[in-house]
């Protein structure tokens, strides 16, 4: 994921939260919210209550390679959060990958494009 993709700033992060809609999931939650950007913007959000920063950086880690190559497919100009749960702790790679993508499709915001 490169750096120009991410939500860097609390007051992007405090906008999110405020303004946008959210959806959840078993692995992970979601909030979203319409920006003036074309591309979309993504963060991630773990809570002291996953475990040590030792784990917590694992799962942002984790994450943060899970969405990567989902990218393209998502819609633009749009911020996105992922909210960690308790149970992405200890669940497979792709389990992650596939609750992004619940998650993005349940919100209308995958683009399914074809191969090329």
């Given amino acids: 994921m ?9 007051k992007e992060f405090r906008y999110t939260y ?5 959806c959840g999931g ?3 939650a979601m909030v979203y919210v319409k920006n003036r950007g074309k591309e979309p913007k993504i ?13 917590r950086n694992r799962v942002k880690r984790r994450m943060r390679e899970a969405v990567t190559p989902l990218i393209p497919q998502i819609k633009g100009g749009i911020n996105l959060i992922f909210i ?7 669940a497979p790679f792709l389990n992650i990958r ?3 993508v619940s998650q993005l499709m349940r919100a ?8 090329e």
């Fill in 84 to 90: 960690a749960r308790d149970s992405i702790v200890e």
């Fill in 43 to 55: 963060g991630f959000s773990v809570s002291k209550k996953i475990g040590n920063a030792v784990v």
């Fill in 2 to 10: 490169k750096h120009s993709d991410s939500l860097r700033r609390k």
């Fill in 26 to 28: 078993k692995l992970l």
């Fill in 108 to 115: 209308g915001l995958w683009e399914a494009r074809e191969r």
């Fill in 18 to 22: 405020r303004m946008g809609k959210s």
């Fill in 98 to 100: 596939e609750g992004m």
